[in-house]
């Protein structure tokens, strides 16, 4: 049976909006995210996809503790992040790494590759001065890249080097749990599948946790376990990740998934696909009732006031649409 | 004839650091109504044969080194700067990557929406305006009579798209440029854009060259595919030649790299090594120093894009000798 490492228990991050000039007002807040409540196990891979602005990225910095959390409970390993102290949250962040979207920024330019690999070794006192060469080079090696090359700077190397040597900086402490936010989104196709191998084939040998946020549903139906589709700061569907991405439940992900174009010009050309018309709502004033309303194709006047929540659409999978049964 | 023919066109940029050969020889040619995709990863020279074409190059410190455009009989690379500016614009159109930094944030979208108007024909303002008006409805923006007067910062990222494909087509161009429109965008959105993009070709009749590095995308709108490596085309097809009967090992690699053509969780196919530095000069095919098949042959003398089946085409002399069954050779070390 295994475990849950990381549980998220109505997790809202909402970021206050203020006017004025000299007197400042607050008028108002983004709900960045909304209510998400969600369980990881240990050792599995969860894709997080949802299009620009629907909040996944702030729910990987929520998670990290990066952002104030405004309501719900971040529970690592049984302890809730939210009320940790300095001290034990530093200790906690040993587990918890991130890997960002621009290996061109989250590198700092006037570090050596050795440099940024042993600083944290050194701050959480892994190792000795004596034996961090040995753990760079282990690590370097770990990634697919040359030891000597560490002495180099960033800007020496190109985008997927780079991104190997961010991976290379999240495992330096033996973490339990990798957030990886959209870590193959700035890379061309070939390095992509480079990294992508990379990442499954480390998690696999270090029984890594990772959460994996794309908005390329066919890079997180690769690489994922499970997969949760957020939709302006809730999670609309959650589940295995072949189910709910070859047979979507909620009207979003059948859209988002009938949105991607398929390399193939015999299907492409033959398929049906769903057109949904406009943009996503601003976060600042969601629609009442189920904020996908305004866009769903199967939208009645229920859904414009009645709030839908996860439930049980099949085996270990949830979707939120009051409509579930009706529409599939 | 052919409504653009390019041929041997060379864009070179001299910097201090060196010659950088972002396009190196690239011949092809788009026949009316047609759309032609243009794929490639970062830095294989698919923007810059796009911008040479639309004379959009810095120079210095580019040069076109060599070659020409010709569209409708007019060299589109030698021409008159009056000849130049009569047809682009007008008869040839280009839409951007970023719509956030393509449009003149100080002008309303009405004024910029109408100068390609007032530049090229003679039209009263009003005209324009009705005109204006008529292609913002064609790109389906909502409410247009009152969003025309907006700016362009009062719009969202895919609306912005709409009005820079507005401001393209408006002069019923024969031929439009489209360089990566829907990278910038969400799925959905770019479903909306793609779908527009689609229905107004056939409706005007035009000519697409659609620059962009998402297979997929291609798949679903372009009639011909060029691939592009290194400042050089690589393979040029049909769309399902493409796809289904690929010669080129680094059009072969392109897609089994793609995680959506392969089963899930097996390990994906990698091109090891990176792509090629375009500041040295590169004597053999330019994909040689990372391809599995590459022999001496390869490394010496550069490929020419010859004619394997009528309408595709390849730069491989091993899949010509019809060598590659055989095999990879070995492959070259992933590193540095």
Same mark, same amino acid.
């Given at each position: 049976?295994?475990?849950?490492?990381?549980?998220?228990?109505?997790?809202?991050?909402?970021?206050?909006?203020?006017?004025?000039?000299?007197?400042?007002?607050?008028?108002?807040?983004?709900?960045?995210?909304?209510?998400?409540?969600?369980?990881?196990?240990?050792?599995?891979?969860?894709?997080?996809? +949802?299009?620009?602005?629907?909040?996944?990225?702030?729910?990987?910095?929520?998670?990290?503790?990066?952002?104030?959390?405004?309501? +719900?409970?971040?529970?690592?390993?049984?302890?809730?992040?939210?009320?940790?102290?300095?001290?034990?949250?530093?200790?906690?962040?040993?587990?918890?790494?991130?890997?960002?979207?621009?290996?061109?920024?989250?590198?700092?330019?006037?570090?050596?590759?050795?440099?940024?690999?042993?600083?944290?070794?050194?701050?959480?006192?892994?190792?000795?001065?004596?034996?961090?060469?040995?753990?760079?080079?282990?690590?370097?090696?770990?990634?697919?890249?040359?030891?000597?090359?560490?002495?180099?700077?960033?800007?020496?190397?190109?985008?997927?080097?780079?991104?190997?040597?961010?991976?290379?900086?999240?495992?330096?402490?033996?973490?339990?749990?990798?957030?990886?936010?959209?870590?193959?989104?700035?890379?061309?196709?070939?390095?992509?599948?480079?990294?992508?191998?990379?990442?499954?084939?480390?998690?696999?040998?270090?029984?890594?946790?990772?959460?994996?946020?794309?908005?390329?549903?066919?890079?997180?139906?690769?690489?994922?376990?499970?997969?949760?589709?957020?939709?302006?700061?809730?999670?609309?569907?959650?589940?295995?990740?072949?189910?709910?991405?070859?047979?979507?439940?909620?009207?979003?992900?059948?859209?988002?998934?009938?949105?991607?174009?398929?390399?193939?010009?015999?299907?492409?050309?033959?398929?049906?696909?769903?057109?949904?018309?406009?943009?996503?709502?601003?976060?600042?004033?969601?629609?009442?009732?189920?904020?996908?309303?305004?866009?769903?194709?199967?939208?009645?006047?229920?859904?414009?006031?009645?709030?839908?929540?996860?439930?049980?659409?099949?085996?270990?999978?949830?979707?939120?649409?009051?409509?579930?049964?009706?529409?599939? | 004839?052919?409504?653009?023919?390019?041929?041997?066109?060379?864009?070179?940029?001299?910097?201090?650091?060196?010659?950088?050969?972002?396009?190196?020889?690239?011949?092809?040619?788009?026949?009316?109504?047609?759309?032609?995709?243009?794929?490639?990863?970062?830095?294989?020279?698919?923007?810059?044969?796009?911008?040479?074409?639309?004379?959009?190059?810095?120079?210095?410190?580019?040069?076109?080194?060599?070659?020409?455009?010709?569209?409708?009989?007019?060299?589109?690379?030698?021409?008159?700067?009056?000849?130049?500016?009569?047809?682009?614009?007008?008869?040839?159109?280009?839409?951007?990557?970023?719509?956030?930094?393509?449009?003149?944030?100080?002008?309303?979208?009405?004024?910029?929406?109408?100068?390609?108007?007032?530049?090229?024909?003679?039209?009263?303002?009003?005209?324009?305006?009705?005109?204006?008006?008529?292609?913002?409805?064609?790109?389906?923006?909502?409410?247009?009579?009152?969003?025309?007067?907006?700016?362009?910062?009062?719009?969202?990222?895919?609306?912005?798209?709409?009005?820079?494909?507005?401001?393209?087509?408006?002069?019923?161009?024969?031929?439009?440029?489209?360089?990566?429109?829907?990278?910038?965008?969400?799925?959905?959105?770019?479903?909306?854009?793609?779908?527009?993009?689609?229905?107004?070709?056939?409706?005007?009749?035009?000519?697409?060259?659609?620059?962009?590095?998402?297979?997929?995308?291609?798949?679903?709108?372009?009639?011909?595919?060029?691939?592009?490596?290194?400042?050089?085309?690589?393979?040029?097809?049909?769309?399902?030649?493409?796809?289904?009967?690929?010669?080129?090992?680094?059009?072969?690699?392109?897609?089994?790299?793609?995680?959506?053509?392969?089963?899930?969780?097996?390990?994906?196919?990698?091109?090891?090594?990176?792509?090629?530095?375009?500041?040295?000069?590169?004597?053999?095919?330019?994909?040689?120093?990372?391809?599995?098949?590459?022999?001496?042959?390869?490394?010496?003398?550069?490929?020419?894009?010859?004619?394997?089946?009528?309408?595709?085409?390849?730069?491989?002399?091993?899949?010509?000798?019809?060598?590659?069954?055989?095999?990879?050779?070995?492959?070259?070390?992933?590193?540095?």
């Amino acid at each position: 049976m295994t475990e849950n490492i990381l549980e998220l228990r109505d997790v809202k991050t909402h970021f206050p909006i203020h006017t004025g000039f000299l007197v400042k007002k607050h008028t108002g807040s983004v709900r960045a995210v909304d209510g998400v409540t969600l369980s990881v196990r240990r050792g599995e891979v969860l894709g997080l996809v +949802g299009e620009s602005g629907c909040g996944k990225s702030t729910l990987a910095r929520t998670i990290l503790q990066l952002v104030p959390t405004t309501g +719900g409970m971040v529970v690592l390993n049984g302890r809730n992040l939210g009320e940790a102290s300095r001290a034990e949250m530093q200790a906690c962040r040993r587990d918890l790494q991130m890997i960002f979207q621009d290996p061109y920024a989250s590198l700092n330019p006037r570090m050596t590759v050795h440099a940024a690999l042993a600083e944290p070794l050194l701050v959480h006192g892994i190792c000795s001065r004596a034996e961090v060469q040995g753990q760079v080079d282990e690590l370097m090696r770990l990634v697919g890249l040359a030891p000597r090359l560490a002495r180099k700077y960033p800007h020496e190397f190109s985008g997927g080097q780079r991104q190997r040597i961010a991976i290379a900086r999240a495992l330096a402490l033996r973490p339990k749990v990798i957030v990886a936010d959209e870590p193959v989104s700035a890379l061309d196709v070939s390095i992509q599948a480079q990294i992508l191998n990379l990442l499954s084939q480390l998690c696999r040998e270090m029984n890594l946790t990772l959460i994996f946020i794309a908005h390329d549903l066919s890079v997180v139906r690769h690489i994922s376990d499970r997969v949760a589709v957020m939709y302006l700061g809730k999670i609309v569907e959650l589940g295995p990740a072949l189910d709910v991405i070859d047979h979507p439940r909620h009207p979003y992900t059948k859209a988002l998934v009938s949105a991607i174009p398929v390399p193939n010009p015999d299907i492409e050309r033959t398929r049906q696909r769903i057109v949904l018309a406009g943009d996503p709502p601003s976060p600042i004033n969601p629609p009442s009732g189920c904020a996908f309303h305004p866009r769903c194709p199967y939208a009645v006047d229920r859904c414009r006031s009645e709030t839908p929540h996860l439930v049980a659409a099949g085996p270990a999978r949830e979707a939120s649409c009051i409509r579930l049964s009706e529409i599939s | 004839m052919p409504l653009l023919s390019v041929t041997d066109l060379r864009t070179y940029f001299h910097t201090r650091n060196g010659v950088y050969r972002a396009v190196d020889g690239v011949s092809f040619e788009v026949e009316r109504g047609e759309t032609l995709g243009i794929v490639g990863e970062s830095g294989s020279g698919k923007s810059v044969t796009c911008y040479s074409i639309m004379g959009l190059i810095p120079q210095p410190p580019g040069r076109i080194e060599s070659g020409s455009a010709m569209f409708d009989g007019v060299n589109l690379l030698r021409c008159s700067p009056a000849a130049a500016r009569s047809i682009r614009g007008k008869r040839v159109s280009m839409i951007f990557q970023d719509p956030m930094t393509s449009l003149n944030p100080y002008l309303r979208v009405s004024e910029q929406l109408i100068e390609p108007l007032l530049i090229h024909e003679s039209i009263s303002k009003k005209d324009a305006l009705a005109r204006a008006l008529e292609m913002m409805e064609a790109v389906g923006i909502n409410d247009a009579a009152k969003r025309i007067h907006f700016y362009p910062h009062e719009f969202s990222g895919g609306m912005r798209q709409r009005v820079m494909i507005a401001m393209a087509l408006i002069t019923r161009p024969e031929l439009l440029i489209a360089d990566e429109p829907t990278t910038a965008l969400d799925v959905t959105v770019q479903a909306q854009i793609l779908d527009l993009i689609r229905r107004l070709q056939r409706e005007l009749g035009m000519a697409v060259i659609f620059v962009t590095h998402d297979l997929g995308v291609v798949a679903g709108l372009c009639d011909h595919v060029q691939v592009m490596y290194g400042g050089r085309i690589m393979e040029t097809a049909g769309a399902r030649a493409i796809f289904n009967s690929p010669q080129h090992p680094y059009t072969q690699g392109l897609q089994r790299s793609i995680p959506a053509l392969q089963p899930k969780g097996q390990e994906l196919f990698t091109i090891p090594g990176l792509p090629p530095d375009v500041s040295k000069e590169i004597p053999g095919c330019a994909f040689a120093p990372r391809c599995g098949f590459a022999a001496d042959v390869c490394k010496d003398r550069r490929p020419l894009l010859e004619e394997y089946l009528p309408g595709h085409s390849h730069a491989c002399v091993r899949a010509r000798a019809g060598e590659l069954s055989d095999g990879p050779m070995s492959l070259p070390e992933n590193n540095d």
